[in-house]
């Protein structure tokens, strides 16, 4: 393979993505639009089917619920302030935003306290996953860098920077493994459906607990045939249909 | 007590029980599933009540050992809270336990209205609801008040008081009474909790009934002296769980009289009074003083507003954030609402500063009424210091004398986010690119490392050195040695033969320029050298010290040169 194939390839490579990535700017462009012009409906269906082709976006989410809110789908609306949430933690206008549309519900539950690990580790909440791996990343060549000059120079001051830099690296690596723990088992949900029973066990046929409403935030602890357990606090929980929750 | 018949398979059986099966609208009656043989089943599952509020009771196991044999149970209990009156089945009941289903035998249970609602009749227990008016125009307090009566001790109350919230907005007020109180000559503890209601449509409006959970205490007094012959061991307590609803009640809500209304009348309906202070009434111009509008009464005197009172330009007029103070006396919401206005006079002389009127309608008397203050008259006087004022507009430095004042008039969400180059996909994986990332610096790292370590030796290692630079060294001199004009002199094979010497010298770190060609071949076998060079070597050598002593030249010195470089890259290969 001689050179000239070789970069063909590179610039190929790159060129794939900056092709998709135009469709998604101008289709981000024409929803945008499409919610300036007051067609919700459409800015609607026009966010989701980016979604659905795997569009990961923190902006389009937090666009999507503000949609869902003119269009007075609570439910939806807060899933996706949820799913904007974990990409932009630290936005403003999120969380204002999301709040507003936690007062429009009927049962105003809020998103659960920080459990003890997540307040340990106080920033983790406050950066997405990327960014807490870019940390990571930033560390770890500090790091590395930091020790190449140490071994060159020995200096106190870079004995003292390279320890500091190594306890921070191990901090940061913990932060990663503390984000992808609290991500995997602290799954929060939302109720879609207008009312949903909330049922003792897994199936209709049990006794209503309490009941739901559209927009009630709720942790997921457990799922089942096409059932998920909920729960609120450590003395309500229960069962409801997996096709009444977005997750 | 209602019991149905058990269900057996193998060693397990379930049965479903009732406390009782005849109730009131007042009672609520606990089904108890009862299955024994284990007690690792999941919950029970329930028909479908429709006609019952069910809350769990929690559930209770037990464990017994009778002639050596254990046997084991668990009981799941449920209160059922009767909606309505009438005959009611409770249906089968299915655990599921050991990958079977067992399913309870139905049970009938007839639900009967309450016994008289009639507080004359001696009650033990019974609850009233009350508005203040049955009649009441739009905007206008109502007092909509729930009273429990018991001479029984009573605990554990739940309250749902709804209010009919698309006819009337609330106002709690505050906490709820106790107090007693004598009813057809029976004392009676009573518990009220009151709250305001302000109709917000006219129309015919139902507050719905109000309905408690509670859980009441009758003592029992048995015939027989108990123990220690003392009356309070004979004593029993009895608990009773009931659920009292009251009946609904109605309000007509008449809409505001059109006539006589005021232009722009801004729906302040109450019983009013106005005030109005002015801080000091003798005053040079520059000097601040403040009038003080005091409006008190009771009615919803939070939405009365004051405007900036028109002075014709002869005062900058400042206006104060409003204080507003609420209180409720006897069931009444009453409050006072106070404006400031912080007044500069611009102008010498006396003045009067008009009455100010605020209109309202007064409910009692069915018309609207205006209450006013007095005119207050002060003097100014010309400044005493030559300062001249300012003449701005009082909006214009209003933040910086006043607390601002923000209305909130309505909530909206914030707006999207339009910055096309924050779009951009986020892919969260943590997989091999992410391990190369993190791993890449520490290889950068080793090889940095490695290459240090040679500069470091290159300084302080003498031998070291002179071994990484002999080749390179011995490899330009024969260059330069190469490129002189005489290739055919005495002095190239001598130059040549020093070359090599200083070479094997630098590379086995001892002084090249005094050994022999013996004494190489033997060194370079003791370093591990091949024999094959090693000899070569010492062949080369002993032709240049051959050359250098022969009268005359043998004519192919440059062949030598050229022998010379090979021998130099086959020892270097070995190093």
Not at chain 2, 65 to 76: A, D, E, L, W
Not at chain 2, 170 to 185: F, R, T
Not at chain 2, 232 to 247: N, T, Y
Not at chain 2, 448 to 466: C, S
Request: aromatic share 10%; glycine share 4%; with cysteine.
């Amino acid at each position: 393979m001689n050179k000239k194939v070789l970069i063909s390839l590179f610039i190929l490579l790159c060129h794939i993505p900056l092709v998709h990535a135009e469709d998604f700017m101008s289709e981000i462009a024409r929803a945008n639009d499409l919610y300036a012009s007051n067609n919700y409906q459409q800015a609607a269906e026009s966010y989701e089917s980016l979604r659905q082709r795997g569009f990961n976006n923190g902006y389009m989410y937090y666009n999507l619920g503000n949609t869902y809110i003119r269009l007075g789908k609570t439910g939806p609306a807060i899933l996706n302030y949820i799913r904007a949430q974990k990409l932009i933690p630290r936005d403003e206008n999120l969380q204002a935003n999301l709040n507003f549309a936690i007062q429009q519900t009927r049962d105003k539950i809020t998103l659960p306290p920080l459990n003890t690990l997540a307040t340990l580790f106080f920033w983790v909440n406050d950066l997405s996953l990327n960014e807490n791996i870019n940390f990571a990343f930033a560390v770890n060549l500090a790091f590395w860098l930091t020790l190449t000059a140490w071994f060159y120079f020995r200096t106190d001051f870079l004995r003292l920077a390279r320890n500091s830099i190594f306890f921070l690296l191990l901090l940061a690596f913990v932060a990663i493994e503390v984000k992808l723990h609290l991500e995997s088992n602290s799954k929060t949900g939302v109720v879609l459906a207008k009312t949903v029973a909330v049922k003792s066990g897994l199936d209709a046929s049990n006794i209503t607990l309490f009941e739901l409403h559209e927009g009630a935030l709720v942790n997921i602890t457990d799922e089942r045939q096409g059932w998920v357990e909920v729960q609120l606090d450590s003395t309500q929980k229960g069962w409801i249909p997996r096709d009444s929750l977005g997750a | 007590m209602g019991l149905s018949s058990p269900a057996f398979a193998e060693d397990i059986q379930v049965m479903a029980t009732v406390d009782r099966n005849q109730i009131t609208l007042e009672d609520s009656l606990q089904l108890s599933i009862t299955i024994q043989g284990t007690q690792n089943t999941p919950p029970p599952e329930l028909p479908s009540l429709p006609d019952f509020r069910v809350t769990s009771s929690g559930t209770s196991s037990s464990t017994q050992i009778i002639n050596f044999k254990r046997s084991v149970s668990i009981t799941h209990k449920y209160r059922l809270t009767p909606m309505n009156s009438g005959q009611f089945k409770i249906g089968s009941v299915r655990i599921r336990a050991n990958g079977k289903v067992y399913s309870t035998q139905p049970i009938t249970v007839v639900v009967q209205k309450s016994t008289a609602q009639n507080k004359s009749v001696d009650k033990s227990v019974f609850v009233e609801t009350n508005v203040s008016k049955k009649t009441a125009y739009v905007g206008e307090q109502l007092i909509y008040s729930f009273k429990l009566f018991h001479r029984v001790e009573a605990k554990n109350f739940d309250l749902s008081m709804p209010f009919g919230a698309s006819h009337f907005q609330k106002e709690d007020l505050g906490k709820a009474k106790s107090y007693q109180s004598v009813i057809n000559g029976i004392q009676y503890q009573v518990q009220e909790i009151a709250v305001a209601l302000f109709p917000i449509k006219p129309g015919n409006a139902e507050i719905p009934s109000a309905m408690l959970d509670l859980d009441i205490y009758h003592r029992t007094r048995s015939n027989r002296r108990g123990f220690f012959n003392d009356p309070f061991f004979g004593q029993g307590i009895r608990a009773e769980h009931k659920v009292l609803r009251s009946k609904p009640l109605s309000v007509e809500i008449l809409a505001l009289p059109e006539k006589n209304k005021p232009l722009g009348f801004k729906k302040i309906i109450g019983q009013f009074n106005i005030q109005a202070n002015l801080g000091k009434n003798d005053l040079e111009v520059g000097d601040t003083t403040t009038l003080t509008i005091t409006v008190s009464g009771k009615g919803n005197i939070r939405g009365v507003t004051f405007p900036e009172p028109d002075l014709n330009n002869q005062f900058k007029v400042y206006p104060d954030q409003p204080e507003f103070k609420q209180t409720v006396a006897a069931n009444q919401i009453t409050g006072q609402k106070i404006f400031k206005f912080a007044l500069v006079p611009l102008q010498a002389g006396t003045v009067t500063l008009p009455a100010l009127t605020l209109d309202y309608f007064d409910p009692e008397a069915k018309d609207y009424r205006q209450v006013k203050t007095r005119p207050i008259t002060l003097s100014v006087h010309p400044s005493s210091t030559e300062e001249t004022l300012n003449h701005v507009q009082s909006n214009s430095i209003n933040n910086t004398l006043t607390k601002p004042e923000i209305e909130i008039l309505a909530e909206d969400i914030l707006p999207i986010h339009t910055q096309l180059n924050d779009f951009q996909s986020v892919d969260i994986k943590v997989g091999t690119s992410t391990l190369i990332g993190f791993v890449s610096p520490a290889l950068l790292f080793v090889i940095a490392a490695f290459f240090i370590r040679q500069q470091k030796r290159l300084t302080t290692d003498v031998a070291f050195y002179r071994n990484q630079k002999a080749y390179k060294a011995a490899s330009q001199k024969l260059e330069n040695l190469g490129r002189s004009q005489n290739s055919e002199s005495k002095e190239f094979v001598s130059e040549l033969s020093e070359i090599l010497r200083e070479y094997i010298g630098d590379k086995l770190n001892m002084q090249g320029k005094a050994i022999t060609a013996a004494e190489v071949e033997h060194k370079l076998k003791e370093s591990d050298y091949q024999a094959n060079a090693a000899s070569n070597t010492r062949k080369l050598l002993e032709k240049c010290e051959a050359l250098q002593y022969t009268p005359v030249s043998s004519g192919n010195n440059l062949e030598l040169l050229n022998e010379s470089q090979d021998i130099l890259k086959i020892l270097e290969k070995k190093s």
